[in-house]
């Protein structure tokens, strides 16, 4: 039986993108010199001019939040701080559909995530870090702990607003300014981030925005002004950033890459473990660096739960991100798509064997159907490096020992998936597995108060809750 | 005529066995008179790989062991330095080293008191927005290396915290610190401390400390004892190694910088 779906398209008219867009320094937009293109990857249409950012302007940004560190934000009481946090908060939850719209333009992901997930998460971060800023007494590294001063961040494109809101809003509760760079490809929520930074009347120079690539991302990493580095990115960059810092005094939180193990034992509830197993790989086009990317599937029931999986990917709907009933929108970027399908290729290459539901492809933009690799030996590069792309690599264990060995058997560590309905067996494998984030019985979940981050080289440190405040605060000597 | 004492051939603790540096060299350690003590190990980057070896081999069964066992263990090396007090005493005073042992003692069983009390200290359950029980625990962070300041009391130091939470570790004694630090592995090798958990290698910081910080199977590295930290930060990149050196003894931020927070949800229903 198929489903027919009329298009029902989220308006765009709620959005706004000017022409051009420069830097947000010092609480104004300052033109840039040079621009770059920023698209839509759904239509390859240009939504808007983006500056990119070069080392003046790097300085400029970091002047202007050393200022504003020194003689305005350090001087706040934390709860004056909370209350811009907590305006904030307020001002994303009445313009949520706004910017739902306008990330899913930027980005390719379907409106229904933007919508129920990713923008919510954004206004629930800032709500969460408002209240913590006058209680920084009880974050666990010490009495009256001293904010590091300016934080220089770096953000990826998979979750524009979402990393933003990650970053911003422990860095300002616990009261240091940010200069944050957004993703090349990504920019526009950041900006209009900006503008309710302004509506806030956020003091200036508190929050500085530099657009730009990977130049302008290392010119922010070396500059003297800069105390902490916060980074969201590829585990290479990652790798460099610790490089760059390791003579200076700065400190860093890395998140970094992964490749998770959704580990389904036989006495899985198969159909719930099928849906988490789609919600693993298939959330948010797998660009997920937590993405239950391995497949690790009993033995005696991965005939079943292969099949099951095949006839829920047929049901999976791929197209327009703005429409409502899209599941798997855009890849983001032509590059990405390049590199999704070069490894998609080593996956054939080497043996394994590849399928994909019958899928449509819309002729502009850029897309990928969704893809299961079967026949997946531990071996295989879809095995063992991150896709960042809608691929499972699937692979079978025949008991929990196994599962497990397989499972850690990578230099990653940051999430895996447990689905059994026997509660002695999820917490010892919770146990055994090297991973800072574990799902049991579900996948992708995310919340303010929970910590994020990985083991290994997935990255240094924590976001969220408790202990992701504490890496903006440092213990008073 | 008076007796002959009966010395002791200094060498490697390395998995709970006490060979001799596989590269066959020494090195002379003397007291502040210029009086011979003793020849130490010089250890090289095959005794540091061997150590590693071990180090990742134990690290399943400690880190796995309760933590009221790894309490009682650590416990049970204090009762052992306890008894050897004299030895000890002798030992610092001919290398000069200014640590009252009593001193060391007491801060081991501050760190036996630590293993069963970290998940209280840094544990949180989260209350997330949707029917999740969801909390977040501190586990060992796997194999450690360390190099610390070459005093008896800063070895202690470093080395309990890296192993009270379940790290197993391969610790840098330079110089005279080789004479406490090996016979102290003869403490450990009579208190029950599991064989790879603690290995010790004696010799130079300079030639030891970047293998340490390149090794792609250590998780961590505490190079308090570096002066130079740069290139090592550098070397420790390669895995993401974490990195850390301390100004404070005998404070539980040690022991939790060689922790990994684990975060684990499931769903709550019926």
Sequence with gaps: MTFEYAPAPESKSVVKIEKEYGHFINGKFVKGKKHFATINPATEEVLSQIANGDKGDIDKAVQAAQVAYTKVWSKLSGAERGKYLYRIARILQERAREFAVLETMDNGKPIRETRDIDIPLVSAHFFYHAGWADKLDYVGVGSSPKAHGVVGQIIPWNFPLLMLAWKVAPALAAGNTVVLKPAETTPLTALLFAQVCQQAELPAGVVNIVTGAGETGAALVNHPGVSKIAFTGSTEVGKSIARAIADTKKVATLELGGKGANIVFEDAAIDQAVEGIVNGIFFNQGHVCCAGSRLLVQENIADEVIKKLQRRMEKIRLGDPLDKNTDIGAINSKAQLEKIKELAASGSAEGGEVWSPACELPKNGFWFAPTIFTGVTQAHRIAREEIFGPVLSVLTFRTPQEAIEKANNTPFGLSAGIWSEKGSKVLWTAQQLRAGVIWANTFNKFDPASPFGGYKESGWGREGGRHGLAAYLKAVK | ?270
């Excluded at chain 2, 008076?2 to 200094?10: A, E």
Aim: hydrophobic residues 45%; without cysteine.
């Design chain 2, 1 to 270: 005529m008076s007796r002959i004492d009966v010395k002791k051939t200094y060498k490697l603790y390395i998995n709970g066995a006490f060979p001799r540096s596989e590269s066959g060299r020494v090195y002379e350690v003397t007291n502040a008179k210029g009086a011979f003590i003793a020849n130490p190990a010089l250890a090289s980057r095959k005794d540091l790989r061997d150590s590693v070896v071990a180090a990742r081999g134990a690290f399943g069964k400690w880190s796995g062991s309760t933590a009221y066992l790894r309490g009682q263990i650590i416990y049970r090396i204090a009762e052992m330095l306890e008894g050897r007090r004299e030895q000890f005493e002798a030992e610092l005073k001919s290398t000069g080293d200014k640590t009252k042992i009593t001193e060391a003692i007491d801060l081991i069983v501050w760190y036996a008191g630590w293993t069963d009390k970290l998940a209280a200290l840094d544990g949180v359950t989260n209350p997330v927005s949707g029917p999740f029980y969801n909390f977040t625990t501190p586990e060992a962070m796997g194999v450690v290396g360390v190099v610390s300041k070459p005093t008896f009391l800063e070895f202690i130091d470093s080395l309990m915290a890296v192993i009270a939470s379940g790290n197993t570790t391969v610790i840098v004694a330079p110089g005279a610190l080789a004479i406490p630090a090996m016979s102290f592995a003869e403490v450990l090798a009579t208190s029950d401390v599991p064989a790879g958990v603690i290995n010790i290698l004696t010799g130079k910081v300079d030639e030891l400390a970047p293998w340490l910080a390149s090794h792609m199977d250590i998780d961590g590295i505490d190079i308090t004892g570096v002066k130079k930290q740069g290139e090592l930060k550098v070397a420790a990149a390669e895995n993401l190694k974490r990195v850390h050196s301390f100004t404070k003894l005998k404070n539980p931020a040690r022991i939790l910088a060689f922790m990994e927070a684990k975060t684990v949800w499931h769903t709550v229903g019926i």
